[in-house]
T-cell receptor, first 113, second 111 residues
Framework: EPEVTQTPSHQVTQMGQEVILRCVPI?????FYWYRQILGQKVEFLVS????????KSEIFDDQFSVERPDGSNFTLKIRSTKLEDSAMYFC???????????FGQGTRLTVV | QQPVQSPQAVILREGEDAVINCSSS?????VHWYRQKHGEAPVFLMI?????EQKGHDKISASFNEKKQQSSLYLTASQLSYSGTYFC????????????FGTGTRLQVFP
């Protein structure tokens, strides 16, 4: 069964460092998303990506964040200068079209120290 | 904009029923329901589109009341495997690419 894969599963980084979280969405899907979940809290929308550009983003997704689909298969989230409050589980998701089931990856746990 | 879920937590014995509600202050186009087990990714349960259609599979079903901007998830004859946190995700229009998740309802089923 096709699945969304994320790497790494856990990343520890020092405050102020740049991190890149990687995702491989399901191959025939057109919409890609990043969500984050601070421990014990709800899942928060960060950004959606369609047709090689950002289609929507939340207030959380400020200038420190960027997304890219560099090679037609990977979908990356970059945080330029990490802060302690960026520590969270980051989920990538994809779906074939709007208003359909979103498939989530297993997440990357980011710990900023 | 964030939908509100109630109750925040439910404790059940195996075989009991539960209802989880998801309410929005804004008009909704669709409601998605997900279940998340501890340390895992959210898993899709079902989607309800504007039109008030009720859906279900096995012993889990849901309804969408457009007038009240509310969706309810019904869990009947609960099983141990139903334990987890349930999130509703809402979309405001057909053209949006943004699923806004509710506050979550933690469900624990005991033998």
């Amino acid at each position: 069964e096709p699945e969304v894969t994320q790497t790494p599963s856990h990343q520890v980084t020092q405050m102020g460092q740049e991190v890149i979280l990687r995702c491989v969405p399901i191959s025939n899907h057109l919409y890609f998303y990043w969500y984050r979940q601070i421990l014990g809290q709800k899942v928060e929308f960060l950004v959606s990506f369609y047709n090689n550009e950002i289609s929507e983003k939340s207030e959380i997704f400020d200038d420190q964040f960027s997304v890219e689909r560099p090679d037609g298969s990977n979908f990356t989230l970059k945080i330029r200068s990490t802060k302690l409050e960026d520590s969270a589980m980051y989920f990538c998701a994809s779906n074939p079209g709007g208003n359909t089931e979103a498939f989530f990856g297993q997440g990357t746990r980011l710990t900023v120290v | 904009q964030q939908p509100v879920q109630s109750p925040q937590a439910v404790i059940l014995r195996e075989g009991e029923d539960a209802v989880i509600n998801c309410s929005s202050s804004k008009a909704l186009y669709s409601v998605h329901w997900y279940r998340q087990k501890h340390g895992e990714a959210p898993v899709f349960l079902m989607i309800l589109l504007k039109g008030g259609e009720q859906k279900g599979h096995d012993k889990i079903s849901a309804s969408f009341n457009e007038k009240k901007q509310q969706s309810s998830l019904y869990l009947t004859a609960s099983q141990l495997s139903y334990s987890g946190t349930y999130f509703c995700g809402t979309e405001m229009s057909y053209n949006t690419d943004k699923l806004i998740f509710g506050t979550g309802t933690r469900l624990q089923v005991f033998p």
